[in-house]
């Protein structure tokens, strides 16, 4: 069973960067076909697909986030990672990290509260 755990800080000053951590578990990031996303959801707000990193290691960023993304990984540790720069409290949310073959969101992380203030 893949399980996926999300790590880092909660609380992230504007204008700083974001950065949160997936470890994968009972799966691999390299499996062939599977996609690695992250995905948020503001206070009030639907879902928000961010991007993802796949099995091969491209990625590919939502364009509304395009210019302040980036995912990457570690093969040795089974890891994918967010940043995201210049945060606002716009960015506010709580963030998911979650994998699956193709198009599908097989695997959720159980989510992670990231709150951006002074």
């Known amino acids: 069973q893949v399980q996926l755990q999300e790590s880092g800080p909660g609380l992230v000053k504007p204008s700083q960067t974001l950065s949160l951590t997936c470890t994968v578990s009972g799966g691999s990031v390299t499996t062939n076909n599977y996609y690695w996303s992250w995905i948020r959801q503001p206070p009030g707000k639907g879902k928000e697909w961010i991007g993802y990193?796949?099995?091969?290691?491209?990625?590919y960023y939502s364009p509304s986030l395009k210019s302040r993304t980036s995912i990457s990984r570690d093969t040795s540790k089974n890891q994918f990672t967010l940043q995201l720069t210049s945060v606002t409290p716009e960015d506010t949310a709580v963030y998911y990290c979650v994998g699956g073959a193709g198009n599908e969101y097989d695997y959720w992380g159980q989510g992670t509260q990231v709150t951006v203030s002074s």
């Open positions: 990193i796949a099995y091969s290691g491209s990625t």
